[in-house]
């Protein structure tokens, strides 16, 4: 299974490794706005007595850009950044605006990095139902190595919401199949509108928009960006689960497929830099699929 054939499938961050660059392209304006909410908690007890909690996100942010006029909101999350072999991925969940009033959080969804392994995959599926669509883009290890990290996700993003758009049918004037009730009927009203929220504090998504090497997305997203959206935001953590569940899968095809790979353990790792790994890039040196640019050793 190459990493072509994939563009849905991190161990969520553990860190940003050094590299050489970290450069945009055709730089656009970046973040249009900046979404703080608080979600409810949950209580869970551990052995040793006490009760921990953990967020339990919310359509809070979703519904604050419906009320804006977005009729699509789609939430992103990106796995795989500190990984030292392996693309990095920008998962992408779209649920319509119209659907809000009966729209239901799923149970269980949280922050990818809150649930267990066997969780994530439990959840993988009914999330993706529970999606009006959802897709997860790409960047290679090579063209992170040649554009930086932060303008691959960039394009890992647009890549994910261009398919998505297109899976919903949605074209470039922003019409889709259903587009008269997604517009409650107004022959009049402009085409679809898409509202976007991003986990972290920076707008990459909107920096890589008219880029040459990013793709003509249907409709462009108008970003606002969530710090800890993926504890917050139930898209975003839809997008974070799904993400990583792909890439995680990816990560064990490719070490199963190549016996070269075997000791680099990515079955375990999924391409991080444990000791192991980095142990056998020290022995064996670095396979076509690490980032060079990275400090691998």
């Known amino acids: 299974m190459s990493l ?3 563009d849905q499938f991190d161990q969520h961050d553990q860190s940003d490794q050094p590299r050489k660059s970290d450069q945009s392209r055709k730089s656009v304006p970046r973040s249009r706005g900046n979404a703080h ?12 007595g006490h009760k921990r909690t953990r967020p339990i ?3 809070e942010s979703e519904r604050r850009l419906a009320a804006q006029g977005y009729d699509l909101i789609v939430g992103f999350d990106e796995v795989g950044r500190g990984s030292l072999a392996g693309p990095v991925m920008v998962g992408a969940a779209a649920i319509w605006a119209r659907d809000l009033p009966t729209l239901e959080v799923p149970d269980g969804v949280a922050d990818s990095k809150m649930l267990t392994e066997h969780r994530r995959e439990a959840i993988f599926h009914p999330l993706r139902r529970w999606c009006a669509s959802s897709a997860v883009g790409q960047a290679s290890n ?10 691959a996700l960039g394009v890992a993003a647009l890549r994910a919401l261009d398919e998505l758009e297109r899976q919903l049918g949605i074209d470039g004037h922003g ?3 259903d587009v008269s009730d997604v517009l409650d009927d107004d022959a009049t009203a ?13 707008d990459y998504i909107t920096a890589a928009l008219g880029t040459f090497d990013a793709p003509d997305v249907p409709v462009p997203a108008h970003i606002i960006t969530q710090v800890k959206g993926d504890q917050h935001c139930a898209t975003v953590a839809a997008a974070a689960v799904i993400a990583k569940v792909t890439r995680d899968h990816l990560m064990v095809d490719i070490a199963a497929e190549n016996p070269a790979y075997e000791p680099y353990g990515w079955a375990r790792n999924k391409g991080y830099g444990s000791q192991a790994h980095r142990d056998a890039i020290a022995a064996y ?4 699929l690490h980032r ?3 400090h691998l050793a």
Do not use: C, F, K, M
């Not at 909410?37 to 040793?48: F, W």
């Not at 402009?190 to 920076?202: A, E, M, S």
């Open 175 to 177: 019409s889709a199949p």
């Open 292 to 294: 060079l640019s990275w």
């Open 142 to 151: 090579t063209e992170i190595d040649e554009w930086g990290i932060t303008y």
């Open 57 to 59: 996100p919310t359509l």
């Open 4 to 6: 072509t054939q994939h």
């Open 285 to 288: 040196g670095p396979t076509p």
């Open 190 to 202: 402009p085409g679809v509108r898409v509202g976007g929220i991003l986990d972290g504090p920076n």
């Open 37 to 48: 909410t608080a979600a409810p908690v949950h209580a869970s007890a551990h052995g040793d």
